[in-house]
Protein backbone atom coordinates (compact mmCIF):
# COMPACT_ATOMS: atom_id res chain seq x y z
CA UNK A 1 0.00 0.00 0.00
CA UNK A 2 1.21 3.17 -1.04
CA UNK A 3 0.05 5.67 1.69
CA UNK A 4 0.98 9.70 1.42
CA UNK A 5 0.21 12.04 5.04
CA UNK A 6 -0.29 15.82 4.33
CA UNK A 7 1.43 17.31 7.24
CA UNK A 8 1.60 21.27 8.25
CA UNK A 9 3.54 22.29 11.10
CA UNK A 10 1.75 25.10 13.31
CA UNK A 11 2.10 27.28 15.91
CA UNK A 12 1.12 25.64 18.92
CA UNK A 13 -1.90 27.72 19.76
CA UNK A 14 -1.59 26.87 23.52
CA UNK A 15 0.80 29.77 23.32
CA UNK A 16 0.11 33.06 24.33
CA UNK A 17 -1.09 34.67 21.01
CA UNK A 18 0.63 38.49 20.62
CA UNK A 19 0.82 40.55 17.51
CA UNK A 20 3.78 42.29 16.13
CA UNK A 21 3.95 44.09 12.59
CA UNK A 22 0.35 43.30 11.56
CA UNK A 23 1.70 39.29 11.96
CA UNK A 24 0.92 36.80 14.88
CA UNK A 25 4.24 36.93 16.34
CA UNK A 26 6.82 33.90 15.93
CA UNK A 27 9.10 34.77 18.43
CA UNK A 28 9.85 32.01 20.60
CA UNK A 29 6.78 30.38 19.95
CA UNK A 30 6.30 26.31 20.29
CA UNK A 31 5.70 24.72 16.81
CA UNK A 32 4.28 21.49 16.26
CA UNK A 33 2.97 18.43 13.77
CA UNK A 34 -0.85 20.14 13.67
CA UNK A 35 -2.62 17.33 16.09
CA UNK A 36 -4.85 16.18 13.69
CA UNK A 37 -2.56 15.61 11.33
CA UNK A 38 -0.60 13.20 14.16
CA UNK A 39 -3.58 11.14 13.77
CA UNK A 40 -2.95 11.06 10.22
CA UNK A 41 0.61 9.94 10.76
CA UNK A 42 -0.46 7.50 13.06
CA UNK A 43 -3.65 5.75 11.13
CA UNK A 44 -0.93 5.83 7.97
CA UNK A 45 1.64 3.57 10.19
CA UNK A 46 -0.88 1.45 11.52
CA UNK A 47 -1.97 0.71 8.01
CA UNK A 48 0.86 0.14 6.54
CA UNK A 49 1.98 -1.85 9.84
CA UNK A 50 -1.06 -4.54 8.54
CA UNK A 51 -1.14 -3.93 4.90
CA UNK A 52 2.53 -3.28 4.24
CA UNK A 53 3.84 -0.71 2.02
CA UNK A 54 5.53 2.68 2.56
CA UNK A 55 4.13 5.68 4.17
CA UNK A 56 5.72 9.27 2.83
CA UNK A 57 4.76 12.19 4.84
CA UNK A 58 4.40 15.50 2.91
CA UNK A 59 4.77 18.92 4.29
CA UNK A 60 4.28 22.00 1.81
CA UNK A 61 6.32 25.19 3.89
CA UNK A 62 9.39 26.48 5.09
CA UNK A 63 13.00 24.82 6.17
CA UNK A 64 11.96 24.81 9.40
CA UNK A 65 9.15 22.21 8.62
CA UNK A 66 11.99 19.64 8.69
CA UNK A 67 11.50 19.29 12.22
CA UNK A 68 8.34 18.20 12.04
CA UNK A 69 8.95 15.70 9.55
CA UNK A 70 11.90 14.03 11.34
CA UNK A 71 9.30 13.72 14.08
CA UNK A 72 6.89 11.83 12.03
CA UNK A 73 10.15 9.84 10.84
CA UNK A 74 10.57 9.02 13.97
CA UNK A 75 6.79 7.84 15.26
CA UNK A 76 7.52 5.32 12.12
CA UNK A 77 6.94 7.32 8.80
CA UNK A 78 9.50 5.98 6.01
CA UNK A 79 9.76 8.51 4.05
CA UNK A 80 9.03 12.64 4.38
CA UNK A 81 8.99 15.33 1.35
CA UNK A 82 9.50 18.87 2.40
CA UNK A 83 7.93 21.29 -0.41
CA UNK A 84 9.87 24.37 0.20
CA UNK A 85 8.01 27.05 -0.73
CA UNK A 86 9.61 29.90 1.13
CA UNK A 87 11.76 31.72 -1.35
CA UNK A 88 8.78 31.31 -4.49
CA UNK A 89 5.69 32.39 -2.47
CA UNK A 90 5.00 35.11 0.10
CA UNK A 91 1.34 34.64 0.98
CA UNK A 92 -0.06 31.46 0.02
CA UNK A 93 -3.70 30.46 0.57
CA UNK A 94 -5.34 27.24 0.76
CA UNK A 95 -5.64 27.14 -3.48
CA UNK A 96 -2.05 27.63 -3.24
CA UNK A 97 -1.25 24.74 -0.67
CA UNK A 98 -3.87 22.38 -2.31
CA UNK A 99 -2.47 22.91 -5.85
CA UNK A 100 0.77 22.07 -4.85
CA UNK A 101 0.21 19.05 -3.27
CA UNK A 102 -1.48 17.98 -6.63
CA UNK A 103 0.77 18.36 -8.35
CA UNK A 104 3.23 16.68 -6.33
CA UNK A 105 1.02 13.69 -6.05
CA UNK A 106 -0.60 12.97 -9.66
CA UNK A 107 2.04 10.95 -10.94
CA UNK A 108 2.64 8.72 -7.51
CA UNK A 109 -0.18 6.82 -7.81
CA UNK A 110 -1.14 6.86 -3.90
CA UNK A 111 -3.68 3.99 -2.72
CA UNK A 112 -4.13 6.23 0.46
CA UNK A 113 -3.92 9.34 1.42
CA UNK A 114 -4.35 11.16 4.97
CA UNK A 115 -4.42 14.55 6.47
CA UNK A 116 -5.80 16.21 9.49
CA UNK A 117 -9.27 17.34 8.57
CA UNK A 118 -8.39 21.11 10.07
CA UNK A 119 -4.86 22.89 10.62
CA UNK A 120 -5.82 24.74 14.23
CA UNK A 121 -3.99 27.82 13.12
CA UNK A 122 -5.50 28.65 9.83
CA UNK A 123 -8.82 26.29 10.87
CA UNK A 124 -9.85 26.03 7.10
CA UNK A 125 -10.11 22.47 6.59
CA UNK A 126 -9.84 23.14 3.10
CA UNK A 127 -6.71 21.40 2.40
CA UNK A 128 -7.80 17.86 1.92
CA UNK A 129 -11.13 17.97 0.04
CA UNK A 130 -9.06 19.99 -2.52
CA UNK A 131 -6.23 17.67 -3.33
CA UNK A 132 -8.47 15.02 -3.64
CA UNK A 133 -10.78 17.01 -6.42
CA UNK A 134 -7.73 17.84 -8.35
CA UNK A 135 -6.62 14.08 -8.53
CA UNK A 136 -10.03 13.11 -9.21
CA UNK A 137 -10.13 10.49 -6.38
CA UNK A 138 -13.23 10.41 -3.66
CA UNK A 139 -12.39 11.60 -0.23
CA UNK A 140 -14.50 11.73 3.31
CA UNK A 141 -13.60 14.38 5.88
CA UNK A 142 -13.39 14.06 9.51
CA UNK A 143 -13.19 10.30 10.14
CA UNK A 144 -12.78 8.25 13.60
CA UNK A 145 -12.20 5.08 12.03
CA UNK A 146 -10.90 3.49 9.07
CA UNK A 147 -11.03 -0.19 8.19
CA UNK A 148 -9.28 -1.31 4.85
CA UNK A 149 -10.66 -5.18 2.98
CA UNK A 150 -9.23 -5.32 -0.49
CA UNK A 151 -10.24 -2.57 -2.74
CA UNK A 152 -12.98 -1.64 0.12
CA UNK A 153 -12.97 0.83 2.85
CA UNK A 154 -15.26 1.44 5.33
CA UNK A 155 -14.72 4.72 7.61
CA UNK A 156 -16.63 6.15 9.67
CA UNK A 157 -17.38 9.86 9.77
CA UNK A 158 -18.31 12.00 12.52
CA UNK A 159 -20.84 14.76 11.16
CA UNK A 160 -21.84 17.29 13.91
CA UNK A 161 -21.82 14.40 16.52
CA UNK A 162 -23.78 11.92 14.78
CA UNK A 163 -21.70 9.12 13.05
CA UNK A 164 -22.05 8.03 9.25
CA UNK A 165 -20.47 4.39 8.41
CA UNK A 166 -19.48 5.54 5.01
CA UNK A 167 -18.06 2.45 2.10
CA UNK A 168 -16.00 3.65 -0.46
CA UNK A 169 -12.38 1.81 -2.39
CA UNK A 170 -9.02 2.70 -2.96
CA UNK A 171 -7.64 5.02 -3.84
CA UNK A 172 -8.92 7.50 -0.93
CA UNK A 173 -8.17 10.58 0.58
CA UNK A 174 -9.59 10.98 4.24
CA UNK A 175 -8.92 13.52 6.87
CA UNK A 176 -8.48 12.58 10.74
CA UNK A 177 -10.86 13.74 13.66
CA UNK A 178 -9.62 13.37 16.89
CA UNK A 179 -10.82 9.90 18.05
CA UNK A 180 -9.61 8.03 14.95
CA UNK A 181 -6.64 6.76 17.35
CA UNK A 182 -3.81 7.73 20.14
CA UNK A 183 -0.81 9.37 18.36
CA UNK A 184 2.49 7.11 19.53
CA UNK A 185 5.19 9.18 20.83
CA UNK A 186 8.84 8.66 18.93
CA UNK A 187 10.72 6.09 20.85
CA UNK A 188 14.18 6.88 21.07
CA UNK A 189 15.00 4.35 18.50
CA UNK A 190 12.84 5.32 16.25
CA UNK A 191 14.78 8.98 16.64
CA UNK A 192 17.96 7.27 16.12
CA UNK A 193 16.68 5.96 13.03
CA UNK A 194 15.00 8.56 11.86
CA UNK A 195 18.26 10.57 10.86
CA UNK A 196 19.31 7.83 8.15
CA UNK A 197 15.58 7.59 6.93
CA UNK A 198 15.22 10.09 3.38
CA UNK A 199 13.90 13.91 3.33
CA UNK A 200 13.99 15.18 0.29
CA UNK A 201 13.37 19.00 -0.46
CA UNK A 202 11.48 19.96 -3.57
CA UNK A 203 10.88 23.99 -4.59
CA UNK A 204 8.24 24.92 -7.02
CA UNK A 205 10.42 24.19 -10.00
CA UNK A 206 11.01 20.67 -9.48
CA UNK A 207 7.38 20.19 -9.64
CA UNK A 208 6.88 22.26 -13.39
CA UNK A 209 5.35 25.11 -11.42
CA UNK A 210 5.23 28.92 -12.13
CA UNK A 211 4.56 31.38 -8.90
CA UNK A 212 1.60 32.49 -11.08
CA UNK A 213 0.28 28.70 -11.40
CA UNK A 214 -0.70 28.99 -7.28
CA UNK A 215 -0.93 32.47 -6.49
CA UNK A 216 -3.54 33.30 -4.19
CA UNK A 217 -6.99 33.97 -4.77
CA UNK A 218 -7.54 35.56 -1.45
CA UNK A 219 -5.57 37.94 0.72
CA UNK A 220 -5.53 38.64 4.83
CA UNK A 221 -5.40 42.69 5.22
CA UNK A 222 -5.75 42.56 8.78
CA UNK A 223 -4.97 40.75 11.87
CA UNK A 224 -6.15 41.28 15.27
CA UNK A 225 -7.03 40.23 18.60
CA UNK A 226 -10.30 40.03 19.97
CA UNK A 227 -10.60 43.25 22.24
CA UNK A 228 -10.00 42.17 25.81
CA UNK A 229 -13.03 40.94 28.17
CA UNK A 230 -12.91 42.53 31.08
CA UNK A 231 -13.27 40.92 34.27
CA UNK A 232 -16.70 39.16 34.62
CA UNK A 233 -18.81 40.51 37.91
CA UNK A 234 -18.74 37.74 39.77
CA UNK A 235 -21.93 38.05 42.49
CA UNK A 236 -21.59 38.40 46.12
CA UNK A 237 -23.92 37.93 48.99
CA UNK A 238 -26.74 35.47 49.72
CA UNK A 239 -27.05 32.83 46.91
CA UNK A 240 -30.81 33.14 46.45
CA UNK A 241 -30.06 37.16 45.79
CA UNK A 242 -27.15 36.22 43.52
CA UNK A 243 -29.70 33.92 41.57
CA UNK A 244 -32.45 36.82 41.42
CA UNK A 245 -29.40 39.22 40.66
CA UNK A 246 -27.90 36.68 37.69
CA UNK A 247 -31.32 36.64 36.31
CA UNK A 248 -32.27 40.38 36.56
CA UNK A 249 -29.10 40.84 34.73
CA UNK A 250 -29.46 38.32 32.06
CA UNK A 251 -32.98 40.07 31.27
CA UNK A 252 -32.08 43.66 31.63
CA UNK A 253 -28.37 44.44 31.31
CA UNK A 254 -27.83 41.50 28.81
CA UNK A 255 -30.66 41.04 27.41
CA UNK A 256 -30.42 37.61 26.21
CA UNK A 257 -33.45 36.04 28.33
CA UNK B 1 -20.03 46.63 -7.51
CA UNK B 2 -23.69 44.44 -7.90
CA UNK B 3 -23.36 40.79 -8.12
CA UNK B 4 -25.41 37.64 -8.28
CA UNK B 5 -25.07 35.41 -5.03
CA UNK B 6 -25.73 31.73 -4.82
CA UNK B 7 -26.70 30.08 -1.58
CA UNK B 8 -27.33 26.94 -0.32
CA UNK B 9 -30.08 25.93 1.89
CA UNK B 10 -29.98 22.97 4.15
CA UNK B 11 -32.34 20.62 5.16
CA UNK B 12 -32.22 18.61 8.32
CA UNK B 13 -35.04 16.13 9.31
CA UNK B 14 -37.24 17.75 6.86
CA UNK B 15 -36.69 21.63 7.95
CA UNK B 16 -34.36 24.00 6.99
CA UNK B 17 -31.73 24.82 9.06
CA UNK B 18 -31.31 28.30 11.07
CA UNK B 19 -28.21 28.74 9.04
CA UNK B 20 -30.01 28.51 6.02
CA UNK B 21 -31.63 31.72 6.29
CA UNK B 22 -27.80 33.13 7.76
CA UNK B 23 -26.37 32.90 4.20
CA UNK B 24 -28.96 34.69 2.41
CA UNK B 25 -28.51 37.21 5.35
CA UNK B 26 -24.81 37.09 4.14
CA UNK B 27 -25.62 36.67 0.56
CA UNK B 28 -27.24 40.40 0.67
CA UNK B 29 -24.55 42.35 1.99
CA UNK B 30 -22.19 40.37 -0.48
CA UNK B 31 -24.68 40.94 -3.47
CA UNK B 32 -24.25 44.30 -2.96
CA UNK B 33 -27.51 44.88 -4.59
CA UNK B 34 -27.76 42.32 -6.78
CA UNK B 35 -29.79 38.90 -7.25
CA UNK B 36 -29.37 36.28 -4.59
CA UNK B 37 -30.23 33.00 -5.40
CA UNK B 38 -30.98 29.83 -2.98
CA UNK B 39 -30.28 26.20 -4.22
CA UNK B 40 -31.82 22.94 -2.49
CA UNK B 41 -30.65 19.91 -3.31
CA UNK B 42 -32.32 16.89 -1.54
CA UNK B 43 -35.47 14.67 -2.53
CA UNK B 44 -38.76 16.01 -2.18
CA UNK B 45 -37.63 19.68 -0.90
CA UNK B 46 -39.14 21.64 -3.14
CA UNK B 47 -41.77 22.87 -0.42
CA UNK B 48 -39.54 24.13 1.37
CA UNK B 49 -38.45 26.70 -1.01
CA UNK B 50 -40.88 29.63 -0.10
CA UNK B 51 -39.69 29.63 2.96
CA UNK B 52 -36.19 30.67 1.55
CA UNK B 53 -37.69 33.46 -0.69
CA UNK B 54 -39.68 34.42 2.53
CA UNK B 55 -36.31 34.68 4.59
CA UNK B 56 -35.22 37.19 1.73
CA UNK B 57 -33.62 35.13 -1.40
CA UNK B 58 -34.87 36.85 -4.97
CA UNK B 59 -35.44 32.95 -6.62
CA UNK B 60 -34.85 29.32 -5.19
CA UNK B 61 -33.47 26.94 -7.54
CA UNK B 62 -33.81 22.93 -6.29
CA UNK B 63 -32.43 20.44 -7.68
CA UNK B 64 -34.51 16.80 -6.84
CA UNK B 65 -33.05 13.53 -7.28
CA UNK B 66 -33.66 9.79 -5.39
CA UNK B 67 -29.44 9.68 -5.20
CA UNK B 68 -29.69 13.03 -3.57
CA UNK B 69 -31.59 11.76 0.05
CA UNK B 70 -28.44 11.71 2.08
CA UNK B 71 -25.27 14.40 1.15
CA UNK B 72 -21.90 13.22 -0.69
CA UNK B 73 -19.65 14.90 -1.94
CA UNK B 74 -20.28 13.50 -5.08
CA UNK B 75 -24.29 13.67 -5.44
CA UNK B 76 -24.26 17.08 -3.99
CA UNK B 77 -21.34 18.32 -6.27
CA UNK B 78 -22.25 17.37 -9.46
CA UNK B 79 -26.34 18.79 -8.73
CA UNK B 80 -24.49 22.23 -7.66
CA UNK B 81 -22.33 22.48 -10.24
CA UNK B 82 -25.07 21.79 -12.94
CA UNK B 83 -26.73 25.10 -10.90
CA UNK B 84 -23.45 26.94 -11.08
CA UNK B 85 -22.65 26.34 -14.87
CA UNK B 86 -26.51 27.45 -15.65
CA UNK B 87 -26.72 30.49 -13.33
CA UNK B 88 -22.79 31.14 -13.24
CA UNK B 89 -22.78 33.47 -9.91
CA UNK B 90 -20.34 35.78 -8.92
CA UNK B 91 -20.48 34.58 -5.07
CA UNK B 92 -21.61 31.58 -3.45
CA UNK B 93 -22.14 31.76 0.57
CA UNK B 94 -22.42 28.42 2.46
CA UNK B 95 -22.70 27.43 6.11
CA UNK B 96 -19.28 26.24 7.80
CA UNK B 97 -21.90 22.97 8.82
CA UNK B 98 -20.21 19.50 8.44
CA UNK B 99 -21.75 19.43 4.93
CA UNK B 100 -20.60 22.96 4.03
CA UNK B 101 -17.17 22.58 5.50
CA UNK B 102 -17.06 19.10 3.40
CA UNK B 103 -18.89 20.59 0.06
CA UNK B 104 -17.07 23.95 0.01
CA UNK B 105 -13.65 22.91 -1.05
CA UNK B 106 -14.49 20.87 -3.61
CA UNK B 107 -16.76 23.06 -5.18
CA UNK B 108 -13.95 26.04 -4.77
CA UNK B 109 -11.42 23.47 -6.30
CA UNK B 110 -13.57 22.57 -9.26
CA UNK B 111 -13.99 26.76 -9.81
CA UNK B 112 -10.25 27.05 -9.31
CA UNK B 113 -11.63 29.67 -6.70
CA UNK B 114 -10.29 30.90 -3.50
CA UNK B 115 -12.70 30.48 -0.19
CA UNK B 116 -12.57 31.70 2.94
CA UNK B 117 -13.86 29.76 5.73
CA UNK B 118 -16.02 30.00 9.33
CA UNK B 119 -16.42 33.58 8.52
CA UNK B 120 -18.10 35.33 11.53
CA UNK B 121 -18.85 38.31 9.53
CA UNK B 122 -18.83 40.21 6.02
CA UNK B 123 -19.01 43.62 5.43
CA UNK B 124 -18.28 46.50 2.34
CA UNK B 125 -15.30 48.32 3.51
CA UNK B 126 -13.06 50.68 1.04
CA UNK B 127 -14.60 49.20 -2.17
CA UNK B 128 -13.69 45.39 -0.65
CA UNK B 129 -15.76 42.77 0.39
CA UNK B 130 -14.39 42.16 3.94
CA UNK B 131 -15.10 38.83 5.80
CA UNK B 132 -13.93 38.94 9.21
CA UNK B 133 -13.02 34.88 10.74
CA UNK B 134 -11.66 33.25 13.54
CA UNK B 135 -8.00 31.87 13.83
CA UNK B 136 -5.61 30.19 16.33
CA UNK B 137 -8.29 28.74 17.60
CA UNK B 138 -10.42 31.75 18.40
CA UNK B 139 -7.75 33.77 20.09
CA UNK B 140 -7.06 36.18 17.43
CA UNK B 141 -8.93 37.36 14.26
CA UNK B 142 -8.31 37.64 10.57
CA UNK B 143 -10.13 39.97 7.38
CA UNK B 144 -9.64 38.66 4.79
CA UNK B 145 -10.40 39.73 0.67
CA UNK B 146 -10.95 37.85 -2.40
CA UNK B 147 -8.24 39.12 -4.97
CA UNK B 148 -9.21 36.65 -7.77
CA UNK B 149 -12.48 35.11 -9.21
CA UNK B 150 -15.40 34.76 -7.45
CA UNK B 151 -16.18 35.48 -3.77
CA UNK B 152 -16.77 32.33 -1.79
CA UNK B 153 -17.28 32.06 1.85
CA UNK B 154 -18.41 29.65 4.59
CA UNK B 155 -20.32 31.44 7.59
CA UNK B 156 -20.28 30.31 10.85
CA UNK B 157 -23.88 29.41 12.16
CA UNK B 158 -25.33 32.17 14.75
CA UNK B 159 -23.35 34.78 13.91
CA UNK B 160 -24.34 36.58 10.73
CA UNK B 161 -27.92 37.45 11.22
CA UNK B 162 -31.12 36.73 9.09
CA UNK B 163 -32.92 38.86 7.62
CA UNK B 164 -36.55 38.97 9.16
CA UNK B 165 -38.92 36.66 7.82
CA UNK B 166 -41.43 38.53 5.24
CA UNK B 167 -44.68 36.17 5.04
CA UNK B 168 -45.59 38.47 1.76
CA UNK B 169 -42.92 37.92 0.04
CA UNK B 170 -42.93 35.86 -2.86
CA UNK B 171 -40.58 34.62 -5.90
CA UNK B 172 -39.92 31.66 -8.29
CA UNK B 173 -38.85 28.31 -7.12
CA UNK B 174 -37.86 26.43 -10.07
CA UNK B 175 -36.66 23.25 -10.45
CA UNK B 176 -33.73 21.96 -12.32
CA UNK B 177 -32.61 18.43 -13.45
CA UNK B 178 -29.08 17.21 -12.97
CA UNK B 179 -27.43 13.93 -13.86
CA UNK B 180 -26.37 12.55 -11.01
CA UNK B 181 -23.89 9.64 -11.03
CA UNK B 182 -21.08 7.68 -9.90
CA UNK B 183 -21.15 8.36 -6.18
CA UNK B 184 -17.98 6.87 -4.98
CA UNK B 185 -18.92 7.12 -1.28
CA UNK B 186 -22.07 4.96 -0.21
CA UNK B 187 -23.55 5.89 3.00
CA UNK B 188 -24.35 2.51 4.85
CA UNK B 189 -25.42 4.20 8.05
CA UNK B 190 -26.50 6.76 10.48
CA UNK B 191 -25.75 6.08 13.48
CA UNK B 192 -27.69 9.36 15.37
CA UNK B 193 -26.39 10.60 18.79
CA UNK B 194 -26.62 14.18 18.92
CA UNK B 195 -29.58 14.97 20.96
CA UNK B 196 -33.01 15.67 19.98
CA UNK B 197 -34.36 18.79 19.74
CA UNK B 198 -32.50 21.73 19.85
CA UNK B 199 -29.48 21.95 17.24
CA UNK B 200 -26.31 22.55 19.56
CA UNK B 201 -24.08 24.63 17.17
CA UNK B 202 -27.65 26.69 16.49
CA UNK B 203 -29.04 26.92 19.61
CA UNK B 204 -29.77 30.19 20.99
CA UNK B 205 -28.66 29.35 24.77
CA UNK B 206 -26.13 26.75 25.66
CA UNK B 207 -25.78 25.00 29.02
CA UNK B 208 -22.43 22.85 29.23
CA UNK B 209 -21.60 20.85 31.83
CA UNK B 210 -17.89 19.55 32.94
CA UNK B 211 -16.36 17.50 35.08
CA UNK B 212 -18.07 19.25 37.98
CA UNK B 213 -21.30 17.19 36.87
CA UNK B 214 -19.59 14.38 38.40
CA UNK B 215 -22.04 11.40 36.69
CA UNK B 216 -24.54 10.80 33.87
CA UNK B 217 -27.35 12.11 36.40
CA UNK B 218 -26.05 14.78 37.09
CA UNK B 219 -26.63 16.52 33.84
CA UNK B 220 -30.21 16.20 34.59
CA UNK B 221 -30.50 19.11 35.97
CA UNK B 222 -28.75 21.07 33.35
CA UNK B 223 -31.41 19.57 31.09
CA UNK B 224 -33.88 20.99 32.80
CA UNK B 225 -32.92 24.60 33.02
CA UNK B 226 -32.07 24.08 29.01
CA UNK B 227 -35.52 22.90 28.24
CA UNK B 228 -37.07 26.08 30.46
CA UNK B 229 -34.65 28.34 28.03
CA UNK B 230 -35.48 26.35 25.05
CA UNK B 231 -31.77 25.90 24.48
CA UNK B 232 -29.07 22.59 24.12
CA UNK B 233 -26.85 20.98 26.35
CA UNK B 234 -22.98 20.65 25.85
CA UNK B 235 -20.20 19.64 27.56
CA UNK B 236 -16.75 20.04 28.39
CA UNK B 237 -14.04 17.21 26.97
CA UNK B 238 -13.70 16.37 30.66
CA UNK B 239 -17.27 15.38 31.13
CA UNK B 240 -17.12 13.21 27.69
CA UNK B 241 -13.43 11.54 28.81
CA UNK B 242 -15.52 10.61 32.42
CA UNK B 243 -18.59 9.15 30.33
CA UNK B 244 -20.93 11.18 31.78
CA UNK B 245 -22.37 12.14 28.40
CA UNK B 246 -21.87 11.13 25.06
CA UNK B 247 -18.79 13.16 22.62
CA UNK B 248 -21.81 14.40 20.95
CA UNK B 249 -21.42 17.04 23.17
CA UNK B 250 -18.08 18.49 23.19
CA UNK B 251 -18.19 21.70 22.74
CA UNK B 252 -14.58 23.00 22.31
CA UNK B 253 -10.92 22.66 19.95
CA UNK B 254 -11.79 19.43 18.82
CA UNK B 255 -16.02 19.39 19.43
CA UNK B 256 -18.13 21.88 18.25
CA UNK B 257 -17.53 25.52 18.54
CA UNK B 258 -20.85 27.44 19.49
CA UNK B 259 -21.58 30.97 19.89
CA UNK B 260 -24.97 31.54 21.45
CA UNK B 261 -26.50 34.45 22.76
CA UNK B 262 -25.97 32.94 26.67
CA UNK B 263 -23.59 30.43 27.39
CA UNK B 264 -23.73 28.76 31.12
CA UNK B 265 -21.04 26.92 32.04
CA UNK B 266 -21.36 24.52 35.02
CA UNK B 267 -18.66 22.76 36.46
CA UNK B 268 -16.77 23.53 33.66
CA UNK B 269 -12.57 24.98 34.59
CA UNK B 270 -12.32 26.64 31.19
CA UNK B 271 -9.03 24.89 29.76
CA UNK B 272 -8.06 26.69 26.80
CA UNK B 273 -9.42 23.70 24.23
CA UNK B 274 -12.72 24.74 25.60
CA UNK B 275 -12.58 28.05 25.68
CA UNK B 276 -11.91 27.89 21.94
CA UNK B 277 -15.06 26.26 21.61
CA UNK B 278 -17.25 29.01 23.26
CA UNK B 279 -15.28 32.04 24.32
CA UNK B 280 -16.82 34.00 21.91
CA UNK B 281 -20.24 33.80 22.80
CA UNK B 282 -22.01 36.92 23.70
CA UNK B 283 -22.97 36.44 27.28
CA UNK B 284 -20.74 33.74 29.02
CA UNK B 285 -22.45 32.80 32.63
CA UNK B 286 -19.71 30.48 35.19
CA UNK B 287 -20.86 28.67 37.86
CA UNK B 288 -18.07 26.54 39.66
CA UNK B 289 -17.13 25.70 43.30
CA UNK B 290 -13.89 26.90 42.70
CA UNK B 291 -13.37 31.02 42.98
CA UNK B 292 -9.84 30.25 40.83
CA UNK B 293 -11.36 28.73 38.00
CA UNK B 294 -9.96 30.05 34.55
CA UNK B 295 -13.50 30.13 32.83
CA UNK B 296 -14.50 33.29 35.13
CA UNK B 297 -12.30 35.09 33.06
CA UNK B 298 -14.34 34.82 30.51
CA UNK B 299 -17.42 34.99 32.28
CA UNK B 300 -19.61 38.28 32.02
CA UNK B 301 -20.97 36.97 35.38
CA UNK B 302 -19.97 34.51 37.90
CA UNK B 303 -21.57 32.24 40.66
CA UNK B 304 -18.95 31.06 43.11
CA UNK B 305 -20.91 27.63 44.37
CA UNK B 306 -21.89 24.39 43.63
CA UNK B 307 -23.82 23.89 40.36
CA UNK B 308 -26.54 21.04 42.03
CA UNK B 309 -27.53 23.92 44.69
CA UNK B 310 -27.30 26.73 41.65
CA UNK B 311 -28.91 25.28 38.43
CA UNK B 312 -32.15 24.39 40.42
CA UNK B 313 -32.62 27.67 42.15
CA UNK B 314 -31.77 29.43 38.63
CA UNK B 315 -34.19 26.77 36.50
CA UNK B 316 -37.11 28.16 39.32
CA UNK B 317 -35.81 31.81 39.07
CA UNK B 318 -36.04 31.55 34.64
CA UNK B 319 -39.14 29.66 35.45
CA UNK B 320 -40.72 32.45 37.43
CA UNK B 321 -39.72 35.09 34.54
CA UNK B 322 -40.96 32.98 31.69
CA UNK B 323 -44.66 33.32 33.52
CA UNK B 324 -44.14 36.44 34.21
CA UNK B 325 -43.15 37.86 30.90
Same mark, same amino acid.
Do not use: W
Given at each position: ??????????????????????????????????????? !???? *?? +?????????????????????????? !???????? *????? @????????? +?????? %?? *???????? !????????VAIDGGSG +?????? !????? %?????? @?????????????????????????????? =?????????????????? @????????????? =???????????? *????? @????????????????????????????????????? | ???????????????????????????????????????????????????????????????????????????????????????????????????????????????????????????????????????????????????????????????? &??????????????????????LRTVIKEV????????????? #?????????? #???????????????????????????????????????????????????????????????????????? &????????????????????? $??????? $????????????
Open positions: MNIYVLMKRTFDTEEKISISGGRINEDGAEFIINPYDEY !AIEE *AI +QVRDAEGGEVTVVSVGSEEAEKQLRT !ALAMGADK *AVLIN @IEDDIEDGD +QFTTAK %IL *AEYLKDKE !ADLIIGGN +QVGPRV !ADQLG %IPYVTT @ITKLEINGETVTVTRDVEGDSEVIETSLPV =LVTAQQGLNEPRYPSLPG @IMKAKKKPLDELE =LDDLDLEEDDVE *AKTKT @IEIYLPPKKEAGKVLQGDLSDQIKELVNLLHTEAKVI | MARKVLTLGEVRDGALRNVSFETIGAAKIAAEGGEVVSVLIGNDVKSLGAELIQYGADRVVVVEDEKLVQYTPDGYSQALMTVIDGEKPEGLIFGHTALGKDLAPKIASKLQSGLISDATSVEEAGGNLVFTRPIYSGKAFEKKIVTDGLVFATIRPNNI &APLAKDESRSGEVSSLQADIKDVRKASEGVDLSEA #KVVIAGGRGV #KSEDGFEPLKELASVLGGAVGASRGACDAEYCDYSLQIGQTGKVVTPDLYIACGISGAIQHLAGMSNSKVIV &AINKDPEANIFKVADYGIVGD $LFEVVPM $LTEEFRKLKVHS
